[in-house]
Nanobody, 123 residues
């Protein structure tokens, strides 16, 4: 059974850092690209970052470039999202998701989802 477990969220202050984890089971990262998405209260889910299954290429939404870094550990079958210089507007539930193929930052393009982890950034 294919499963994604996202974790690492919490309450931090503006300027702090957090690292989110997405542990995959039932499939390997060699065949699935993994994306991070977030959804703030009252807003649509938006793409944050994605790492490709094929060559590890990474993609970011413009507002996250330079602050967020996505990476993966194939041996642990886990993808990470390092978030630095967090801002109050980064407050959201963060989800990891998998797609059998190319990366996308469109939520509708993903095949499987984790349950989400809450990140709250206070000012």
């Amino acid at each position: 059974q294919l499963q994604l477990v996202d974790s690492g969220g919490g309450l931090v202050q503006a300027g702090d850092s957090l690292r989110l984890s997405c542990a995959a089971s039932g499939f390997t990262l060699n065949y699935y690209s993994i994306g991070w998405f977030r959804q703030a209260p009252g807003k649509e889910r938006e793409g944050v970052s994605c790492i490709s299954s094929s060559d590890g290429s990474t993609y970011y939404a413009d507002s996250m470039k330079g602050r967020f870094t996505i990476s993966k550990d194939n041996a642990k079958n886990t993808v990470y999202l390092q978030m630095n210089s967090l801002k109050p507007e980064d407050t959201a539930v963060y989800y990891c998701a998998a797609v059998a193929g190319f990366c996308t930052l469109y939520a509708d393009g993903m095949d499987y989802w984790g349950k989400g982890t809450l990140v709250t950034v206070s000012s």
